[in-house]
């Protein structure tokens, strides 16, 4: 029993490891992703506005364009934090899942 408990966390060390490795280009890809999704459907947004949208000052085509080229950045960060936290817990949750049955089965608990 010792041994597949060694074993067993050895695995759950290498799987926690690579997980943590492929985390974080995947959420920067997936937040870049998302983001060019956001930039094309605020501009398609903005195209389809009556023109008394942009007489405005603080809706103005400057503004606008200010909006969208500064915000991205900060919004992307925001993402990519968000959904390396969600990716990671899935991961988590899948490596616990198959690692009890893995770890368990030969001790005869599951």
Known sequence: ALNWLMLGT???????????????????YLGETIMNDLRVSSLRSLLHR?????????TSPSACAVLLYQQPPLAMSMIDNRLSIVVDGIFSCIGNIIM???????????
Do not use: E, K
């Not at 009556?50 to 603080?58: E, L």
């Not at 009890?100 to 005869?108: E, L, S």
């Open 10 to 28: 050895l695995a759950v060390g290498m799987y926690n490891f690579f997980s943590q490795l492929l985390s974080q280009p995947i959420c920067q």
């Open 50 to 58: 009556h023109i008394s949208y942009f007489d405005r000052q603080s």
């Open 100 to 110: 009890t049955f893995v770890v368990c089965y030969p001790v005869g608990g599951v």
